[in-house]
């Protein structure tokens, strides 16, 4: 079943080097579920000149938003306090 996550990162002074300085851990995760079929689709975002990293939108194949929410009590952003400022998740409706 296919949820859709946004976060949102904090937005103090430090918020961007906290992010970038476990980045290539939240990146690994990532790969390993893209291969284990867990995660569809991942996606920064960026701040409006295109410079920095501000969050991010990552589309999960789970069976329950309960995985979601594991995934996140794991995941290195959450864990490091780089993550999340905001965070939504929302079932997406399938045909």
């Known amino acids: 079943m296919p949820f859709t ?5 904090h937005t103090d002074i430090n918020a961007y080097a906290r992010r970038l300085e476990v980045r290539q851990e939240h990146l690994d995760k990532a790969e390993a579920m893209r291969k284990e079929g867990k995660l569809l689709y991942a996606v920064a975002l960026m701040d409006q000149f295109q410079e920095k990293i501000i969050g991010s939108v990552m589309v999960f ?3 329950s938003k309960e995985e979601v929410d ?3 009590t794991e995941e290195v952003y959450v864990k490091n306090n ?3 400022a905001k965070v939504s998740i929302d079932f997406v409706f399938q045909r």
């Open 61 to 63: 194949n789970l069976e």
């Open 70 to 72: 594991e995934y996140l």
């Open 82 to 84: 780089r993550l999340p």
């Open 5 to 9: 996550l946004i976060a949102y990162d």
